[in-house]
């Protein structure tokens, strides 16, 4: 560290005629999350912005993260592909619910969250000026990540219909181009609740071996899938030696906090991972891995009751939103529900967003921040439903002053 030699605070001379933040991160200099929580904190409205839950995860699971600490593991660095426990635990829960065979030693990545899976397999597998596909809307990490990288990302967007959003795979077919390197998936997708089907993984995948493309897969929403089922595309015929799949105990154990995530694929792709995520963490996350370990292992009724817990919530909000006028797309998974805003009168999310909290105490997040092409996301705003239920009642009640 070269703090001792820091020059005291003031403009540099070198950074006088240029912005501070560089070309490739220019436009994420501030994220809409930072402005709705801060507006919902100064308006003392309930915030259905984030996506984190109001709850902490089980108990027992807290308790093994304590016993952890106490017993000194994981208080030191740890093996920088994880610790074998959580890596083992990784597998065991691949081949449990997905009939996926990964090997521990070789082929499982801990990380920081799914965060860090997402930014070092961009870093690691992207060249400068490769095409890097994404569902948009899209998780907002993505486009920065790809930036870091120096890709160029080519957007395809999910449209609304008939109640839901769905791929259009002729255009995710005509985005694919000489200089694609791969696609970045994300299923269930954040932020509509689309739950890809196994005949549109299918499609993806064929395409992916056709034109010999990478695919990385976001699916932290794994278990929370409320109708339909979740199928990674790492199953498909072909799939295995070009995907790299990313899971996190954030949602699923609700520890959002933890950051704890994984990547898993052949020895190769997570080796080339390993090389980019070593450099960005190193390591991270030492005790709760153990205790992350523990909760991959906890038996089903879990990972059903908090499928059922949130589908129910899913439910309670998506009726009230309709009471309160929206047009409600209502999510197949994830924790967010999307809405248009159109009949209320209304067109820009944006403005909705920023009036909402002084309009009724609830605050929300517009989804053209999720496109490229914002006019498509315009009149959508987006709800999160991970909250305790008595909150969910009274945001529905809050919302209903919309319709007086
Ligand atoms: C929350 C979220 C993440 C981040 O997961 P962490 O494990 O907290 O880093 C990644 N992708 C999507 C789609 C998410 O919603």
Request: proline fraction near 7%.
């Amino acid at each position: 560290m070269a703090t001792m030699d820091a020059p005291a605070p003031g403009p540099l001379p070198r950074a006088r005629n240029r912005p501070l933040l560089n070309r490739r991160l220019a436009e994420f200099g501030t994220t809409i999350f930072a402005e709705m929580s801060a507006l919902a904190t100064a308006t003392g409205s309930i915030n259905l912005g984030q996506g984190f839950p109001d709850t902490d995860g089980p108990e027992e699971i807290r308790e093994a993260a304590v016993r952890a600490l106490r017993d000194g593991r994981g208080n030191q660095y740890p093996p920088g592909p994880g610790v074998p426990e959580l890596r083992t635990a990784v597998a065991g829960h691949q081949s449990r619910f997905h009939g996926l065979t990964v090997d521990p030693d070789t082929e499982v990545l801990i990380t920081a969250g799914a965060t860090e899976a997402i930014a070092a397999a961009l870093l690691a597998l992207v060249e400068p000026g490769d095409e890097v596909i994404a569902l948009e809307p899209y998780y907002d990490s993505y486009a920065a990540c790809i930036a870091m990288a120096g890709g160029r990302r080519v957007p395809v967007t999910l449209h609304p219909r008939d109640g839901a959003y769905h791929l259009d795979l002729d255009e995710l077919r005509d985005a694919v181009t000489d200089r694609t390197r791969l696609i970045l998936l994300n299923t269930p997708h954040n932020p509509t609740g689309t739950v890809l089907t196994r005949q549109e993984l299918a499609a993806v995948a064929e395409l992916a071996v056709e034109r010999d493309l990478l695919v990385v897969t976001d699916e932290v929403y794994e278990h929370l899938v409320f109708e339909g089922e979740h199928l990674p595309i790492a199953g498909f015929p072909g799939m295995r030696e070009r995907t790299l799949t990313i899971g996190s105990a954030g949602k699923t154990f609700a520890f959002t906090g933890w950051k704890v995530g994984w990547a898993t694929g052949t020895p190769e792709l997570v080796a080339a991972v390993r090389s980019a995520k070593q450099f960005l963490t190193y390591v991270s996350a030492g005790p709760f891995q153990y205790a992350v370990a523990e909760a991959l292992r906890l038996p089903t009724e879990y990972f059903d009751e908090l499928r059922d817990e949130l589908r129910a919530k899913r439910d309670l909000l998506s009726a009230g939103l309709a009471d309160a006028g929206f047009t409600v797309y209502r999510p197949a998974g994830t924790y967010f529900v999307t809405t248009d805003i159109r009949p209320l009168g209304e067109s820009d999310g944006f403005a909705f967003c920023r009036a909402l909290p002084e309009r009724c105490g609830v605050v929300a997040i517009p989804n053209a921040v999720f496109y490229d092409h914002r006019e498509q996301g315009t009149p959508f705003v987006r709800f999160a439903f991970s909250k305790r239920k008595a909150v969910l009642d009274e945001a529905v009640t809050r919302l209903k002053r919309l319709t007086l």
